[in-house]
């Protein structure tokens, strides 16, 4: 147990059939685990009946609405900004992955000085593929290559719906990102290197999953587009953070 306040942000789009059991699941789940927490679902324009189901939820959250949908990067880091938590987590709507996760990360970040936790499915010790499609599988190893290549060759996967930070690292790094879409994760995990942050790379074990309507290939172009203008970004001063160089450092 901690006496901490972890904060949970779950972005949602279209999640009418899963997201009340999900969300029943988690707040059962951190409860066992936490003294202080909150759940901040952000549903993000969806067009089901996802906000309606939402609003007569069982179990307390912090229920932020989009009318339109803006995609990924925006509906996380607006539930990062509006988190209160001494560690905020953000786990995808389907909860693929095994919930232990939550409570080994916020330990690292706590107990360790880590500013930043990661999921990464590409550790031996990782249970993913198993549900995955072919095509899923080789765009993601496809995207991964890119990644390594142009962006953060110390980091094998970016993608991974599961990451927590410390809270006053969430606070100053979450208003650099200028993603409003899936490239996101590579964006801050971006920053946080050319800050020199503590980065922990945890596996994680896949559990189920919601079935995808995102296409691998058109959303593989456009987050390949995103991260195209990173190093300029960082060049024009667009991701400077004086917060973040005093206690981090840079990396020029």
Known sequence: MTMQKVS????????????????????????????????????????DNTLSVLQKLSVPVVLLHRKD????????????????GDCRVFIDADLPFDLKAIPYAVDLIQKHDYHIVVGDRTLPKSIY??????????????????VRI???GGLFDT?????AFRGDIARALFPLLTS???????????????????????????????ASTISPLFTGIEMIKGIGSLRSNWNKG???NDYLEKTCGIDY
């Open 8 to 47: 949970v942000i779950v972005p949602v789009y279209n999640g009418v059939s899963y997201i009340a059991k999900n969300l029943l699941t988690l707040h059962r789940y951190l409860e066992s685990c936490f003294n202080s927490f909150e759940i901040i679902v952000i549903d993000d324009g969806s067009v």
């Open 129 to 146: 593929d198993s549900g995955r499609t072919l095509v899923r599988r080789k765009a993601s190893k496809l995207f991964s290559f890119f």
């Open 150 to 152: 142009l962006v953060t």
């Open 159 to 163: 993608q991974c719906g599961f990451k």
């Open 238 to 240: 667009l991701y400077k």
């Open 180 to 210: 409003p879409g899936f490239s996101f994760d590579v964006e801050l995990l971006y920053i946080a290197l050319k800050y020199n942050m503590v980065i922990r790379r945890i596996p994680v074990k896949f559990k189920s999953s919601s």
């Open 69 to 84: 949908n803006r995609g990924k990067g925006t509906t996380v880091k607006e539930g990062m900004l509006s988190a209160s």
